[in-house]
């Protein structure tokens, strides 16, 4: 196989039955550079797929033991008995909080952000876009615990009030019921939900603000030509182009709320063992972030720990799913997307 | 249904720098009007000022008047909006909006405008594409994006989407300048066409494209680069290719510049 860029002799040294030679998008010239870097490239790969895969191993190794000895269903029980010789426990209140916490945050978070990201990039003037920008990139880049923190302090002594009208407003869904007189506490889902939101609305501005401003000019101005308004412009031209973008970033955002730890250690109350089951926001909990690391002393004898990478692996699980739902929402689109 | 375009004293800058100085000219309606001028005299910016596009950009700004029909379009009372609703413009490198299917695009000035009904809808996309000359190579796959056709359909396509709205004026910014021969065939045909219903405006860099498609042709020039653009010459596109009064005109028109 010779090159089309210049043949050199190590192209047909090396190749007498016919394998070996470049593949990939077949732009490479099996030149030493190229084969350096293929082979460079392929390791990493490699390396990549075999850390995860010896992770997942690894994880199921240490989760399976506790499993078979646990008493209770693993994916419905609430129970969290890990003690013992007859251990019980389950994840359905950690993955319920978990989702309801981080699904309060995105959609609290994604339109603010949105709409934070149109502003800056299509009605703005270019004096206040520009600074806007980098401040928008430097915030996102502020780690996320102080946006939590101050969340926490700005909202806390509201919260309880603001509680108490959605729960008159829509406390005929059982998602703001009162059933377990959590309105007035601040240790509530409803309340980690917002200050996750406050927690990821930085980066996921940052990010849609970035694709808004790369609309090609063409789009908006093929637009604009047809008479559309601003408004218009912005639907018929900057959404759909900025749309992949979005869902990436409320990803990563979401990636990022489920997995934080320290605020929802701190704000969220923990049910006691034989807590009711509540579909209600307005209720305490544990996710599964909050409920290893609250736990971290107890990591003593296999079992224990063996259950608690159990919960760890659903939501290694849980992000995995999302992530994969996200893409091939992008790629359902991406034959309308040249 | 087309208009009469009649521009006086126009001047257009970006920020500080005047791009065009005093240029006035009459565009008559059902005709095909062709700028021709060496790159960067300003042919692209005037044609945006015809439909207010021009003050989209940051800093753009007109000075003088455009009036289609004796309606000025700066008139302090019009909406920028309408304008460009009554006068359609087609852009140098096609522009179908990607995420949407050739029909969606064909019918989003439509939607714009508010238009729902689906079988009304159906009829005008199949009547602009008609008229764009492209109706035969994609009523088959109207659900496919329009990114999936070649150069020379993809304009089409945009011309369709222009038309479907039916525009009184149609603007052209050199069209043809990334297709191949035989797409720019299609659409100067198409040009002859359309010219019996549309007041129709065309920059184009290829002399024997304007010769071939306009009635009346505009030259323009600038004195040295950094100073504006001047209409330099206007005239029934026959006497300017033929005999023009110009000297400049007579030197661009033979090759001798540009
Ligand atoms: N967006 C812009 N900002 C500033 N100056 C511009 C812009 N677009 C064009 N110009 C300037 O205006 C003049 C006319 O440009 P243009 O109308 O594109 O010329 P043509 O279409 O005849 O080649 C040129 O000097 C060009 O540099
Ligand atoms: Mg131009």
């Given amino acids: 196989m010779s090159s089309t860029t210049g043949a050199s002799i190590v192209d047909q040294a090396r190749d007498p039955l016919g394998n070996n030679t470049p593949q990939g998008d077949r732009a490479s010239t099996g030149r030493l550079g190229d084969r350096l870097f293929g082979g460079t490239a392929k390791g990493a790969g490699v390396l990549v797929i075999a850390l995860v895969t010896l992770t997942a191993v690894f994880l199921l190794s240490q989760a399976l033991p506790a499993l078979g000895k646990n008493g209770a269903n693993f994916l419905t029980s609430t129970e969290w008995n890990v003690d013992g010789s007859n251990p019980r426990f389950g994840i359905a209140n950690l993955l319920w909080v978990t989702v309801a916490s981080s699904v309060i945050a995105m959609i609290i978070a994604v339109p603010v952000g949105v709409c934070v990201a149109l502003f800056i990039t299509q009605y703005s003037p270019p004096w206040l876009s520009q600074p806007a920008a980098g401040l928008i990139d430097l915030l996102a880049a502020v780690p996320s615990i102080v946006y939590g923190i101050w969340g926490a302090f700005v909202f806390g002594p509201h919260i309880t009030g603001l509680q108490n009208v959605v729960n008159t407003l829509f406390g005929w869904l059982p998602f703001f019921g009162n059933e377990t007189g959590g309105v007035s506490s601040s240790g509530t889902i409803f309340f980690i939900g917002i200050v996750l939101s406050i927690m990821v609305l930085p980066i996921v501005t940052a990010l849609s603000r970035e694709v808004f401003a790369q609309t090609p000019v063409t789009h908006k101005e093929g637009a604009l030509a047809l008479g559309a308004t601003q408004w218009e412009m912005i639907r018929t031209a900057v959404l759909p182009f900025g749309k992949p973008g979005v869902i990436s970033a409320s990803m990563l955002g979401l990636g990022r709320a489920l997995g934080e730890t320290v605020a929802v250690l701190i704000i969220l109350s923990s049910l006691a063992n034989d807590t009711k089951w509540s579909w209600s926001v307005f209720n305490g909990g544990e996710t599964f972030a909050s409920k290893i690391a609250n736990n971290a002393a107890e990591f003593d004898s296999p079992q224990k720990s063996g259950a608690f990478i159990a919960a760890g692996l659903v939501l290694f699980i849980l992000t995995f799913v999302v992530n994969a739902i996200a893409r091939v929402v992008i790629e359902r689109r991406k034959a309308f997307s040249e | ?258």
Wanted: net charge neutral; aromatic share 6%.
């Fill in chain 2, 1 to 258: 249904m087309a208009k009469r375009i009649d521009v006086k004293d126009l001047n257009v800058f970006y920020g500080s720098f005047k791009a065009i100085e005093d240029v006035s000219m009459t565009v008559e309606p059902r005709s095909v009007t062709a700028f021709i001028g060496p790159s960067g005299c300003g042919k692209s910016t005037l044609l945006r000022t015809l439909n207010r596009m021009h003050e989209v950009i940051p800093g753009g700004r007109v000075e003088g008047s455009v009036r289609l029909d004796d309606a000025d379009i700066y008139g302090s009372d019009v909406d920028p909006v309408a304008v460009r609703r009554t006068v359609g413009m087609v852009f140098q490198r096609p522009n179908p909006f990607p995420t949407m299917s050739i029909g969606d695009n064909v019918a989003a000035g439509l939607r714009l405008n508010g238009m729902k009904d689906k079988k009304i809808l159906a009829e005008k996309i199949e009547a602009s594409l008609r008229s764009a000359n492209l109706w035969n190579e994609v009523k088959d796959r109207l659900s496919k994006p329009g990114a999936g056709l070649s150069g020379g359909q993809q304009q089409r396509l945009c011309i369709a989407r222009a038309i479907a709205v039916a525009p009184q004026v149609l603007l052209m910014d050199e069209p043809c300048s990334a297709l191949d021969p035989i797409s720019t065939l299609a659409i100067e045909d198409l040009i002859g066409e359309l010219k019996s219903t549309y007041t129709i405006v065309i920059v184009t860099h290829n002399m024997q494209q304007a010769a071939r498609v306009s009635d009346r042709t505009g030259f323009f020039n600038l004195a040295a680069t950094g100073k504006p653009g001047r209409l330099i010459e206007m005239d029934d596109t026959q006497k300017m290719f033929s005999n023009p009064t110009e000297r400049t005109t007579e030197d661009y028109i033979s090759g001798r510049f540009g």
